[in-house]
């Protein structure tokens, strides 16, 4: 997994102990997430089934795409689409992706990177692998979130972050058992380089066979933790956690996650996506690639997008 990272974590900044009186957040839910597919075919696992909207708000879904290794000839992505109304957020752990959008965003990203698309009043987007990836196959594993933006600003001018592997502001647990990205948002006052309309924080984490993370988490906030591979534990009373499982914490000033003394080999370390973020707490309709606060704004989102309202295709 060759997400960034550093051969000596003792010489990052190290995240805040939780202090006298801070108080560490249950865990409400662990669910599993189901297997479908996506796009022109690629497998994900949908990290927020069965999960209450009140648990995710601001969040929408997140998929995790792969892991898979392709035979050459194998490798797939999405087709040309239309998105209003939020934003998505691509975070590419290994491989490669290619994004082309109509308002001149786009780029590749690959091993840590992050493309971040707020679609606001509408856009077309294409997501593929690059030709030579196609051609000669190897290892695609990534995460799409979902965010949701307040009424006030689903019909602003659509934006695009380009945010590089080594923007990420990284860090490290009092005892350097775990690394710790800081993608969006900010933990215990170190920032990430992300830049949100929905108040929010985003966050992998690595942590080593037998250590212990205790992550200071923003007291407004809800909390999940996703688990990309290996097992280990959530919350203080240790409940148990796998790859493609997601947790729901409740309220508190910290998160705790830990991972099993013994890991597999493929994957020696529990690897976790952490999400939280202020609820935005309004109606929320939702059909397809468009997400409004009512049922006549989809249609209207239906209807411009079938009229070219939302722009055209560039040539090539």
Avoid: C
């Amino acid at each position: 997994m060759p997400a960034v990272t550093v051969d000596d974590l003792t010489v990052l900044d190290r995240v805040k102990a939780p202090g006298l009186g801070d108080q560490p957040r249950g865990v409400l839910q662990i669910s599993t997430a189901p297997t479908g597919y996506e796009g022109e075919g690629f497998p994900v696992r949908r990290a927020f089934a069965g999960i209450d909207h009140k648990h995710l708000d601001p969040f929408l879904m997140m998929d995790q795409m792969g892991e898979v290794d392709y035979a050459p000839g194998e490798p797939k992505g999405t087709p040309w689409h239309p998105h209003r109304g939020f934003e998505t957020v691509t975070y590419m752990i290994d491989g490669v992706f290619e994004h082309t959008d109509n308002h001149g965003g786009g780029g590749t990203i690959t091993n840590g990177d992050t493309q971040w698309m707020t679609a606001g009043a509408g856009i077309l987007h294409i997501e593929t692998p690059p030709e030579w990836l196609v051609q000669a196959g190897g290892l695609f594993h990534g995460v799409q979130l979902w965010v949701n933006l307040p009424k006030s600003d689903k019909l602003m001018q659509p934006k695009y972050q380009d945010i590089h592997s080594g923007e990420v502001k990284l860090l490290t647990s009092p005892d350097a058992g775990a690394l710790v990205r800081v993608i969006a948002g900010e933990v215990g006052g170190n920032k990430g380089p992300g830049s949100t309309h929905s108040p929010m924080t985003m966050v992998h984490a690595s942590v080593e066979p037998g250590a212990r993370l205790e992550l200071p988490w923003t007291v407004e906030y809800n909390a999940l933790v996703y688990v990309l591979s290996g097992s280990g534990t959530v919350g203080v009373d240790g409940r148990p956690i796998r790859a493609g499982q997601t947790a729901v914490f409740g309220p508190g000033d910290f998160l705790t996650v830990a991972a099993d003394a013994q890991q597999e080999s493929r994957h020696p370390k529990l690897e976790v996506i952490v999400l939280g973020g202020e609820p935005i707490r309004e109606q929320i309709a939702w059909a397809g690639p468009f997400v409004m606060n009512t049922k006549a704004e989809v249609m209207q989102a239906y209807e411009d997008f079938q009229k070219g309202r939302f722009g055209h295709i560039p040539a090539g």
